[in-house]
């Protein structure tokens, strides 16, 4: 089985090297942590001899160059661009995509972000076909896995990286002994759509639950842009805190939310809007005397 991936996942492209003749590789420019990783990939094309095209747009070259790949297969898995039907009309069996959440809920970027932040106890990487609507085609296959309470976006990437990587495995597979696979709409009534996240979306509400500012900061701390807040005029990224919901964290209903009510060896305490103290571990800011501030907020 012939097949193209299009994207920046080092081991999906290994997956699909392994499984199938892999014929080519496309990808576009991308930043910060995703760059690294399609670094990787390119690299590990380069040394297997695989195809790598790098392009700005899907235009009619592009097609042309994947027409003439003659791919029975398009693996599309973490690439940004929207592809058009005349693109999902080339290869001779389908073209598919892996999501990285439990579909239909989580459509759209930045799944894993999206479902830190909301709490979610388990995530999941679909396996769905492509249609000209966003993550809404039929599902091919879906394997969770747990997120725990007190996991990061960072800490949950390699059971992202495992579960995608042996999904794909499993479907390529299946592909190649069953030919097209028969797939499963998606309930229309249960999507959910999320939008892309900025790193000026980063502001922490202190007027939320503590536990939901906790989930906050972890779904958004290094290596992606981080939580802030200020004191007066100066910005302040919170990385890391302790679980609001141990038994020992105390709470009181007289502090304003925002309010630092302790300071000492680098740990903040900082007062939510349930009455919880939010115990904050790991931060950064320019201003050497953002320890004697009494107060987060607005800037």
């Given at each position: 089985?012939?097949t193209?991936?299009v994207?920046?996942?080092?081991?999906?492209?290994?997956?699909?090297?392994?499984?199938?003749d892999?014929?080519?590789?496309?990808?576009?420019?991308?930043?910060g942590?995703?760059?690294?990783?399609?670094?990787?990939m390119v690299?590990?094309?380069?040394?297997?001899k695989?195809?790598?095209?790098?392009h700005e747009?899907?235009?009619n070259?592009?097609?042309?160059?994947?027409?003439?790949?003659e791919p029975d297969?398009?693996v599309?898995?973490e690439?940004?661009l929207l592809l058009?039907?005349?693109?999902?009309d080339?290869?001779r069996?389908?073209?598919i995509?892996?999501?990285g959440?439990?579909?239909p809920l989580?459509?759209?970027?930045h799944?894993i972000n999206?479902m830190?932040?909301?709490?979610e106890?388990?995530?999941a990487?679909t396996c769905?076909?492509?249609t000209e609507?966003?993550?809404?085609?039929?599902?091919?296959?879906?394997?969770?896995y747990p997120?725990?309470?007190n996991?990061?976006?960072?800490?949950v990437r390699p059971?992202i990286?495992e579960?995608?990587s042996?999904?794909l495995?499993d479907v390529?597979r299946?592909?190649?002994t069953e030919g097209r696979?028969?797939?499963?709409p998606?309930?229309?009534?249960k999507?959910?759509?999320?939008?892309?996240?900025k790193p000026?979306?980063g502001?922490?509400?202190?007027?939320m639950?503590?536990?939901?500012?906790y989930n906050?900061i972890?779904?958004?701390t290094?290596?992606?842009?981080?939580a802030?807040?200020f004191?007066d005029?100066?910005?302040v990224?919170?990385?890391?805190a302790?679980?609001?919901l141990c038994?020992?964290?105390i709470?009181s209903?007289?502090?304003?939310p925002?309010t630092i009510?302790k300071?000492e060896h680098d740990?903040?305490?900082v007062?939510a809007g349930d009455?919880r103290?939010l115990i904050?571990t790991?931060?950064?800011?320019d201003?050497?005397?953002?320890?004697?501030?009494?107060?987060?907020?607005?800037?």
């Open positions: 089985m012939r193209i991936y994207g920046h996942n080092p081991r999906y492209a290994a997956v699909c090297f392994e499984e199938t892999l014929v080519a590789v496309f990808w576009h420019e991308c930043r942590n995703m760059a690294e990783r399609a670094g990787a690299e590990y094309c380069r040394q297997n695989v195809v790598t095209i790098y747009k899907l235009d070259l592009m097609k042309k160059i994947m027409t003439a790949c297969l398009i599309v898995g690439y940004h058009k039907q005349d693109f999902i080339i290869p069996v389908a073209t995509n892996m999501h959440s439990p579909l989580y459509r759209g970027a799944p999206w830190i932040i909301n709490g106890k388990e995530g990487v769905h076909y492509i609507g966003l993550d809404c085609g039929d599902i091919i296959a879906q394997y969770r997120i725990l309470i996991e990061t976006a960072y800490d059971k990286e579960t995608g042996r999904l495995r390529l299946r592909f190649k696979i028969e797939g499963i998606q309930d229309v009534e999507a959910s759509y999320f939008p892309p996240r000026e979306d502001g922490i509400d202190w007027n639950p503590a536990i939901n500012i906050f972890r779904a958004l290094r290596p992606y842009p981080g802030f807040s004191l005029n100066c910005k990224y919170i990385w890391r302790e679980n609001p038994d020992d964290v709470t209903d007289t502090f304003t925002g009510i300071a740990r903040f305490s007062a009455g103290f904050i790991d931060w950064e800011s201003n050497a005397e953002v320890k004697e501030k009494m107060r987060f907020g607005d800037n």
